[in-house]
């Protein structure tokens, strides 16, 4: 069989007017230089392009942000905080022995190897309860940042120099949940105009990447050759040595993804409002024998709760260290968060958590395990059976 002429594909130069085409030897496969990978666009407009915007928004970039804007100072005296008016009784329950047990029972069940004999049948000796408290203070705060952001112009409202944009504090958002993490963004009014896309200079299209432009690759099938088996043409590429790129369909270009195709970009400041909960707790270290770190992983019960727009640091609890952790953070979070939020509410709460420290003997040997939370967690680490399987 004759091998057949190279097959060209319409609109596609495969001969010598390609740069990409270097001509074979007699014999060998026709070879293809892989075309110029593409370059990367800027990622953002530049900064040249960008609408001159009043003090207020001076120093506004692309993608990185002005950072968090100052909250302007209050109009109206900030509201002063005040003591909690009821003071709780500080007393601690104590589990009884048969919730002991169970919850032991409970912690065995769960361990695939641990023998349920000494939770059955050990003698409770002692049961040791200890005060554990966790003090935590909760400041609710919203903070605002600026940067240019673009989008696809399709006809949006092009609304720059219109008239004063307003200041980043005065324009309106939605009304946040306290204590939960929130964030809303906003198109600065009066800030938008339409620029070309700086991605693919106003054109809509972009080289694409998998074929680099060229439309085609190498034909996977005989890889360029043009034949299968000796003399028999490719029936993959018909014969060509290249195939259309699947992922442009042989048009040598793919939209732009930043304009989507449509060559303009409107280009605006966007507001970010970020409202965040910010967290500090103290544990009160307990002399139990109990890793702090277990407590973290339950819940307690709850025997107090003050929120305030601003709270008063705690008086009158028991544990002086309590109040000490409570003063700290107070004046901490006033300090550190007024700097750059404002701060919309505070919420500072009190938690028991029950920790008992069990000791049985069993088989004349004593044993000590830990009931904890308010789920009765319970930390057995010298637990005397962990094993009960037997090998036959």
């Known amino acids: 069989m004759e091998r057949q002429p190279l097959i060209s594909q319409p609109g596609r130069d495969y001969g010598v007017n390609n740069p990409g085409y270097i001509p074979?030897?007699?014999?060998?496969?026709?070879?293809?230089?892989?075309?110029?990978?593409?370059?990367?666009?800027?990622?953002?407009?530049?900064?040249?392009?960008?609408?001159?915007?009043?003090?207020?928004?001076?120093?506004?970039?692309?993608?990185?942000?002005?950072?968090?804007?100052?909250?302007?100072?209050?109009?109206?005296?900030?509201?002063?905080?005040?003591?909690?008016?009821?003071?709780?009784?500080?007393?601690?329950?104590s589990i009884s022995e048969n919730t002991a047990r169970d919850a032991l029972l409970l912690f065995v069940k769960s361990k695939c190897c641990y023998s349920s004999a000494p939770a059955k049948d050990g003698v409770i000796t002692n049961m040791e309860a200890f005060n554990t408290y966790r003090y935590r203070l909760e400041t609710f705060t919203e903070s605002r940042s600026t940067e240019w952001s673009h989008e696809p112009y399709t006809g949006q409202t092009v609304d720059a120099y219109a008239q004063q944009p307003p200041g980043p504090w005065d324009i309106p958002a939605k009304t946040p949940q306290f204590f939960l993490d929130d964030k809303q963004f906003i198109k600065v009014p009066y800030t938008s105009s339409v620029k070309p896309c700086h991605n693919c200079l106003g054109i809509g299209r972009k080289p694409c990447k998998d074929c680099a432009g060229a439309g085609n690759k190498v034909c996977w099938v005989c890889n360029g050759s043009r034949y299968r088996h000796g003399n028999d043409t490719c029936t993959h590429c018909s014969g060509r040595g290249r195939e259309n790129c699947s992922s442009c369909h042989g048009q040598g270009s793919r939209q732009c993804d930043v304009c989507k195709g449509k060559q303009q970009l409107l280009v605006y400041i966007k507001l970010t409002v970020k409202w965040t909960n910010n967290s500090d707790a103290y544990v009160v270290e307990q002399l139990s024998g109990?890793?702090?770190?277990?407590?973290?992983?339950?819940?307690?019960?709850?025997?107090?709760?003050?929120?305030?727009?601003?709270?008063?640091?705690?008086?009158?609890?028991?544990?002086?260290?309590?109040?000490?952790?409570?003063?700290?953070?107070?004046?901490?979070?006033?300090?550190?968060?007024?700097?750059?939020?404002?701060?919309?509410?505070?919420?500072?709460?009190?938690?028991?958590?029950?920790?008992?420290?069990?000791?049985?003997?069993?088989?004349?040997?004593?044993?000590?395990?830990?009931?904890?939370?308010?789920?009765?967690?319970?930390?057995?680490?010298?637990?005397?059976?962990?094993?009960?399987?037997?090998?036959?």
């Not at 506004?60 to 003591?83: C, I, K």
């Not at 979070?333 to 509410?345: A, D, F, N, P």
């Open 24 to 93: 074979a030897a007699a014999g060998t496969p026709a070879m293809f230089a892989p075309p110029a990978a593409e370059s990367q666009g800027p990622s953002a407009p530049p900064a040249s392009r960008l609408d001159e915007m009043p003090d207020r928004y001076e120093g506004t970039v692309a993608g990185g942000g002005s950072g968090f804007l100052p909250p302007p100072m209050p109009t109206f005296p900030a509201v002063q905080p005040e003591p909690a008016l009821d003071q709780p009784q500080w007393n601690i329950p």
């Open 290 to 392: 109990l890793r702090v770190e277990n407590l973290s992983k339950v819940s307690g019960k709850e025997l107090f709760r003050d929120t305030q727009y601003m709270v008063y640091p705690l008086s009158g609890f028991p544990d002086t260290s309590v109040v000490s952790a409570s003063q700290r953070f107070v004046s901490e979070h006033q300090g550190k968060y007024m700097q750059t939020s404002r701060i919309l509410q505070q919420r500072q709460t009190i938690e028991l958590i029950p920790v008992t420290k069990v000791t049985y003997t069993w088989k004349g040997e004593s044993h000590i395990y830990f009931v904890y939370g308010n789920e009765f967690k319970v930390d057995a680490d010298n637990y005397p059976a962990t094993c009960c399987c037997t090998v036959m």
